[in-house]
């Protein structure tokens, strides 16, 4: 039965899937995507469909089995974000040699921005890399008949096909209309063929030739892929300035030339970007005296552009090399090319008024910092009570935020708080240096990368203190489940891995748990474990700082709450506002101290434990 919903842009990837027949679901969270699985989860359920999900341990994880079900001839799919994509790049590489049975679309999200990233990499360039077929939607609804496209096209030429939604596509909701989603009841079957699943160099090479004849026949469907590839061009018509514009910023450039009646600039959409559509390309250039290139985050387009001499984009300096492509960047951006090539500008010659009404409001800057109860943050005041003079190597995640409380030097990548403790341990010991180290990593990070990293500083005898803070979820990317919990994706019970035993069989001697709402008792254990590190037949210490995120447990997080105050001993030292930066605590103008906003006070009462003067006391 037909009937209209809401979507989220990611919950229309998920719509887009289901209807496509998907089979086999695999993810790790990661903003921008983090909602796709949980979309799939709750259409499988309400439409008690038999498809396989799971969040998987890091993202190759996830590409390796989804790619596995394709090769049985099911319909597959991962998800994950743009950056995630590196944790898997070494299986994509051969994913696309090797080929597939059954459609398999890699779902990598990207954060031009960057709003939550390390990066603001552009996937349509790994795709580049890879030489896999690339799609580019421009809205949830797109988005949604891309999945199916990317499955098809996967199945048809045997070949992993990317699906690339930018974060205006996947935080966008749009009105979709639901139709009836068939069942797929394709069996699994592996045909044994070594020298195709198992290729030898020799093999790979043949294999090679194989990819690129296919992506030579894709790019030719590519120059008739319309709605996704087209250009509204008048036939024999020569134009002063065409717009060459892809995903997101398709949509914003055809809203702003409709809002400036400007029919005179065509415009070629190219939501299909590579394999390159050659001669749908030519003919808009050809038309045109120079064409402007409108897109994010990378120069994707402008590279494959022939004609360089009749390209304006980044590589001219028209377009911005950094930062999301919003509305009023790229009304700035058309209107000075405009103005630059003597065309009549538009009708404002602003840019726009959304971004002066925004300007206008004078909103208070606001960075980043921990909620207020969460563990993570007596953690850091803990470790850096014991440890003042360490290097504190971190991780990606919620405790990322300990930058503010000085427990963060450095932040690389997932599992990079325990391979740089060990780089950094082995350069000062090499000059025969006494240095203090102590990283630190969530649970679910751990997870994903940091168990090699551990057994390699283990083996090769690195020293330092490994501080685990364990929440029990994956907090920063929407509450995800871990694999020390035991629940699954669907809700469902799956075998629990206890923290202390992957750590113990990475051969960690020094293994001990504490809630860090105890800060004296987390001090105290710090100073044994650094006894530990310095210890001949000692080693690296490992401590997991457990207790529930205040967002996921609510109850169970706090379940004493205490009521705190600060009285008039307070001698406005800044002690707390600098070293606890909990979000309840501000400076009173009138009062001329630290007061607490009970508004935004969890009552975890661990502030009770920091103040050097006793002024934070219970009300």
């Keep these: 039965m037909m009937h209209e919903e809401i979507f989220l842009g990611n919950g229309a990837i998920a719509l887009g899937l289901v209807e496509a027949g998907v089979q086999v679901v695999t993810s790790y969270p990661g903003t921008p995507s983090s909602e796709i699985l949980p979309e799939v989860v709750r259409l499988v359920k309400s439409e008690n469909l038999n498809t396989y999900v799971e ?10 089995n989804a790619f596995a079900a394709a090769v049985s001839g099911k319909r597959a799919a991962c998800c994950m974000k743009q950056v995630g994509l590196n944790v898997a790049a070494d299986s994509l590489m051969s994913a696309a040699y090797i080929g597939t049975k059954g459609g398999f679309v890699i779902i990598s999200c990207d954060d031009p921005g960057p709003h939550s990233s390390q990066t603001e990499q552009d996937t349509r360039l790994m795709a580049r890399f890879a030489k896999v077929p690339v799609l580019d939607p421009s809205d949830p609804e797109e988005a949604r008949q891309m999945a199916g496209l990317a499955l098809a096209l996967s199945e048809e030429f045997e070949i992993p096909v990317i699906l690339r939604p930018a974060i205006r596509v996947c935080h966008a909701r749009q009105d979709l209309v639901r139709r009836e ?38 790019g030719q469907r590519f120059d008739t892929l319309a709605p996704y590839n087209f250009h509204n061009l008048t036939e024999g018509k020569q134009y002063p300035l065409g717009i060459l514009a892809a995903g ?20 070629l959409k190219l939501c299909a970007p590579y394999p390159f559509p050659e001669r749908l390309a030519a003919e808009f250039m050809s038309a045109c005296d120079k064409v402007l290139v409108v897109e994010e985050t990378d120069t994707v387009i402008e590279y494959f552009l022939r004609d360089r001499k009749k390209v304006l ?81 971190s991780d990606i995640g919620c405790y990322t935020l300990g930058l503010n409380l000085g ?34 990593i969530g649970d679910s990070t751990f997870y994903h990368s940091g168990t090699a990293g551990l ?18 979820t994956t907090a920063m990317t929407g509450m995800q ?34 809630d860090p709402y105890d800060v004296k008792g987390m001090v105290k254990l710090i100073k044994k474990a650094v006894a530990h590190v310095n210890d001949p037949d000692g080693g690296i210490a490992v401590i997991i700082a457990r207790h529930p995120c205040v967002i996921a447990y609510r109850g169970a997080a706090i379940p004493k709450k205490v009521k705190v105050t600060v009285t008039d001993d307070c001698v406005d030292c800044n002690f707390c506002l600098d070293r606890f930066e909990c979000p309840a605590l501000y400076r009173d103008e009138t009062l001329g101290h630290t007061a607490v906003n009970q508004a935004l006070c969890a009552q975890c009462g661990v502030c009770l434990e920091i103040c050097p003067k006793g002024a934070i006391v219970a009300a």
């Design 181 to 218: 989603i068939p069942r797929n009841e394709q069996k699994a079957s592996f045909e044994k063929d070594p020298g195709r699943w198992a290729a030898t160099p020799r093999f790979r090479f043949i294999l090679h030739g194989e990819l690129n004849r296919k992506l030579k026949d894709i």
């Design 407 to 440: 427990g963060v030097d450095t932040c690389l990548d997932m599992g990079a708080g325990i391979t740089m403790a060990s780089g950094f341990y082995h350069s000062f010991a090499q000059d025969r240096i006494d240095q203090p180290i102590v990283a630190t």
């Design 248 to 267: 997101v910023s398709y949509a914003v450039v055809k809203d702003i030339l409709a809002e400036e009646d400007r029919d005179d600039i065509p415009v």
């Design 481 to 514: 489940p871990t694999p020390g919990l035991g629940i699954r994706a669907d809700g469902s019970r799956g075998k629990a891995i206890p923290l202390e035993r992957v750590v113990a069989g990475c051969g960690v001697d020094f293994i001990e748990e504490i």
């Design 55 to 64: 969040w998987s341990t890091n993202e190759k994880v996830a590409l390796d």
């Design 455 to 472: 057994l390699n500083a283990v083996y090769n005898d690195a020293r330092f203190i490994l501080v685990i803070l364990d929440n029990q």
């Design 313 to 393: 984009g980044r590589l001219s300096g028209h377009v911005p090399s950094e930062g999301e492509l919003v509305p009023e960047a790229v009304y700035g951006v058309i209107d000075l090319t405009l103005t630059s090539l003597d065309l009549r500008g538009f009708k404002s010659g602003e840019n726009g008024g959304a971004a002066q009404l925004v300007k206008g409001l004078k909103l208070p800057i606001r960075k980043p910092t921990l909620c207020p109860g969460c563990p993570h943050r007596a953690s850091f005041f803990a470790i850096r009570k014991a440890r003042p003079k360490a290097i504190f190597t």
